[in-house]
């Protein structure tokens, strides 16, 4: 029975959001766990100092394909410890741009997987922003530094403010304690709204992040529904398509294909989540506008 490795940068208690599509996306290949293929799961939990050290435990494994979900950094991580080892990655900003892989379509080396496309994601996070708040002069954006993408993120992110003559007020966090102080920054300089962008400690952090823009009357956009089902306001971002995608994969390397022959695959589906709750909460009228584009509006 093959052994694969699932290095994962999140909760252990996230594995049905994050897991399950992998499963499926493993059983499309002819792979049930359990029955012809194991899965040894390692759970980062959003802390980026431990995806190297889990990465090298998998791989001392010898596991016959390690997933990394998700992040540019556990891809990295896997990417630096071994050559020989197929690596499937789901990441939310470019693989390219991020160094993970220098050619899409055929991939070098032992990496293939899904890539995220920031800059897409990232105009439609303000847009939805600006619709909320038309006459807004501001806008905020949370990123956690220690996030490859970080850098790419925010130069991404000042010029589709800049686009609409928006300010943008950024804040950063790494730790829990470290969003107690971004949010109460943004309390101070009184943002229209903020953008939480893809980042797995932010998920793994969801409940508090929510929790801190509630008490701050801070309308947030987030990546995903994750957030709006913890009571947030919106999100827009990939749907869990993406982790089946990684599960696909990892069957069709087991089945005998190369990395390097599967293409990185780029997202096509995105949903949007409303929730008509925190918006009250917010004093906030949700235009019609947003609400008929919904995929779902949580009551």
Avoid at 4 to 33: C, H, K, M, T, W
Wanted: aromatic share 6%; charged share 20%.
């Amino acid at each position: 029975m093959p052994l694969v490795g699932a290095l994962i940068n999140g909760l252990p208690q996230d594995a049905q959001s994050l897991v399950a599509p992998f499963r499926d996306g493993l059983g499309d290949q002819g792979y049930i766990e359990g029955q012809n293929v194991a899965v040894e799961y390692r759970w980062a939990e959003g802390h980026n100092e431990r995806l190297s050290p889990l990465a090298a435990e998998l791989i001392s494994l010898r596991v016959a394909v390690l997933a990394t979900l998700y992040g540019a950094s556990a891809a990295l991580a896997a990417k630096a410890l071994t050559k020989s080892i197929p690596i499937v990655f789901l990441t939310g900003g470019d693989a390219s741009e991020l160094g993970i892989v220098a050619n899409w379509d055929r991939p070098e080396a032992n990496l293939t997987g899904v890539s995220g496309i920031t800059d897409f994601l990232v105009a439609r996070q303000i847009g939805l922003l600006r619709t909320l708040f038309p006459n807004g002069r501001s806008f905020a954006l949370l990123t956690n530094p220690a996030s490859a993408n970080a850098n790419r993120l925010v130069q991404i992110t000042q010029a589709v403010a800049k686009s609409i003559r928006r300010e943008l007020v950024t804040a950063t966090a790494t730790s829990e304690r470290e969003l107690d102080s971004a949010f109460a920054s943004l309390a101070e300089r009184r943002p229209d709204g903020v953008v939480i962008p893809t980042n797995a400690f932010f998920l793994s952090a969801r409940k508090r992040i929510v929790s801190l823009a509630a008490d701050c009357k801070l309308a947030a956009v987030y990546d995903a529904r994750d957030f709006v089902e913890a009571g947030g306001l919106i999100s827009y971002g990939q749907s869990t398509e993406r982790f089946r995608q990684v599960g696909v994969y990892v069957g069709k390397i087991l089945n005998g294909a190369k990395p390097a022959d599967l293409p990185v695959v780029r997202p096509s589906n995105f949903e949007l989540v409303v929730n008509r709750k925190a918006a009250k909460a917010l004093n906030l009228d949700l235009p019609t506008s947003v609400l008929s584009q919904a995929d779902q509006v949580m009551e």
